[in-house]
């Protein structure tokens, strides 16, 4: 296997163990000796479906329809005590975004609004920038009363590239292939940041190969590992600290082959020049 086939799959692995509870068994361990108890993943639902409640009766958010059940066939591994499986249109809210006509110039000519497609994302990083600008135009026209998106928000793709991250350090909108994601009350949006390219790909191997696509729909159905929130931050650290050990690994190797590649131009020259000096006697 390539280095870079390998190095990948060492990061999938890593993140496996991680919406698995495998990752954090021994901080579980250490945490069920301490005080207060670990609040059960349920009892977070259970601020958040009061949560949303709250904002409807405000008039801050629309009525929206229950989502089906989790039914046991769905679920594809064994959850640790005190995490709970649930659809992903749970814990977060998500915006699609939308494209205005490539062909119509008004909303594209001297643009001055940042406008994100998958290629400007930065996978697992931030945005700083857009290739592409829209007009105040195409935002009356095309995105009406749909906010920009502020700074800070996660984004994800989940057409084409499925499961690519990023936030953005610019205000901006994004074409239809993106959604924003906005996490409820005590969701951790560093959690979901590392986790989602795992959980989209399990996602995808059950249900878009089978001849579906993502879309709004399949998106807020999408099954989701849940742990408490102490928890969430704990696999963060976690995931984090392994990925800089595994990213250091990664320097070292190229220096080793930037190296080797040096020594062995340093050996062929000398070769070389040995041979010419040769053929001049």
């Known amino acids: 296997m390539k280095k870079d086939k390998l190095l990948k799959a060492v990061k999938q692995a890593i993140l496996q163990e991680a919406?698995?509870?495998?990752?954090?068994?021994?901080?579980?361990a250490l945490r069920q000796a301490q005080e207060p108890p670990l609040e059960p993943a349920n009892e977070l639902l259970k601020r958040i479906k009061a949560?949303?409640?709250?904002?409807?009766?405000q008039g801050k958010m629309r009525k929206e329809k229950p989502l089906l059940p989790i039914a046991?066939?769905?679920?594809?591994?064994?959850?640790?005590k005190d995490w709970i499986w649930c659809r992903f249109k749970d814990i977060i809210n998500f915006q699609l975004g939308k494209t205005p006509a490539s062909k119509q110039a008004s909303y594209w000519t001297n643009g001055t609004i940042d406008w994100l497609n998958i290629r400007d994302m930065v996978d697992g990083g931030f945005i700083h920038k857009t290739s592409k600008k829209i007009t105040e135009k195409a935002v009356k026209d095309v995105f009406k009363?749909?906010?920009?998106?502020?700074?800070?928000?996660?984004?994800?793709s989940f057409k084409l590239t499925v499961g690519k991250v990023s936030i953005n350090k610019i205000p901006l909108f994004h074409n239809e292939a993106i959604i924003s994601i906005f996490p409820y009350t005590d969701i951790s949006q560093s959690f979901l940041l590392n986790i989602l390219p795992v959980v989209t790909s399990l996602s995808v191997s059950k249900k878009v190969l089978m001849g579906q696509t993502f879309n709004s729909t399949s998106l807020a159905k999408m099954l989701f590992p849940l742990p408490p929130l102490a928890e969430?931050?704990?696999?963060?650290?976690?995931?984090?600290?392994?990925?800089?050990?595994?990213?250091?690994?990664?320097?070292?190797?190229?220096?080793?082959?930037?190296?080797?590649?040096?020594?062995?131009?340093?050996?062929?020259?000398?070769?070389?020049?040995?041979?010419?000096?040769e053929v001049e006697v």
């Not at 704990?234 to 020594?263: D, H, P, R, T």
């Open 51 to 57: 949560e949303k409640a709250l904002r409807q009766a």
């Open 72 to 80: 046991q066939e769905e679920i594809p591994f064994e959850l640790p």
């Open 145 to 156: 009363t749909q906010k920009i998106v502020p700074v800070d928000t996660l984004l994800m």
């Open 19 to 28: 919406i698995q509870g495998k990752l954090t068994e021994d901080w579980r």
């Open 232 to 277: 969430q931050k704990a696999i963060v650290e976690k995931v984090e600290s392994l990925m800089q050990k595994i990213s250091a690994m990664e320097e070292e190797i190229n220096k080793s082959e930037q190296n080797a590649q040096m020594l062995m131009q340093a050996v062929l020259k000398e070769a070389f020049e040995g041979k010419k000096e």
